[in-house]
T-cell receptor
């Protein structure tokens, strides 16, 4: 059974700081890993998708890395801004036909002005 | 804007009632998944529909059922509501395409907040 863990559960940083969010998973035979952002009471916004054959993906100030062998992914946020405050979730999928994405419980990020 | 819309946004029901939640997927997306998200937790997979057939299910009882229609809309039905069914229900659509893996990005709707009293 795939289990996904995100540490820390909450993080508070001053504006401008670079930060790393962590995601670990128990079954390394994943198809892809996706990072999402969720604002309070809202749905999920996709940030980055990393295929199992890839090592990293970048979008603007965000960089996600994937190390399948160690069962870990990181989301790096550069020059954090108060607008980055949200809960960040990672989700792993085992196969393209597999309906199930397994999510972590998220890291709630607060960026203080 | 993900192109996935859910209705209603909020719903209040009493224990034992039945509820239907609706989702309109992105045009062309042949796959829709439903998730339940309790407060402070990550979403839990309920089931997936591919071309109008259920092809994957999580650890949810049969009183959770669904339908997918040819017009890219879908429904989640929950019978005999229980207090623990109170949660945010999310649908996600994608194009299942083995040849173009980048298209397997899931796009989520904003969710329906269900409260069972």
């Amino acid at each position: 059974k795939q289990e996904v863990t995100q540490i820390p559960a909450a993080l508070s940083v001053p504006e401008g700081e670079n930060l790393v969010l962590n995601c670990s998973f128990t079954d390394s035979a994943i198809y892809n890993l996706q990072w999402f952002r969720q604002d309070p009471g809202k749905g999920l916004t996709s940030l980055l998708l990393i295929q199992s054959s890839q090592r990293e993906q970048t979008s603007g100030r965000l960089n996600a890395s994937l190390d399948k062998s160690s069962g870990r992914s990181t989301l790096y946020i550069a020059a954090s801004q108060p607008g980055d405050s949200a809960t960040y979730l990672c989700a792993v999928r085992l196969g393209t036909n597999a309906g199930k994405s397994t999510f972590g419980d998220g890291t709630t990020l607060t960026v203080k002005p | 804007e993900t192109g996935v819309t859910q209705s209603p946004t909020h719903l209040i029901k009493t224990r034992g009632q039945q509820v239907t939640l609706r989702c309109s997927s992105q045009s062309g997306h042949n796959t829709v998944s439903w998730y339940q998200q309790a407060l402070g937790q990550g979403p839990q997979f309920i089931f997936q529909y591919y071309r109008e057939e259920e092809n994957g299910r999580g650890n949810f009882p049969p009183r959770f059922s669904g339908l997918q229609f040819p017009n890219y809309s879908s429904e989640l039905n929950v019978n005999a509501l229980e207090l623990d069914d109170s949660a945010l229900y999310l649908c996600a659509s994608r194009l299942m395409d083995r040849a173009h893996s980048a298209k397997n990005i899931q796009y989520f709707g904003a969710g329906t907040r269900l409260s069972v009293l």
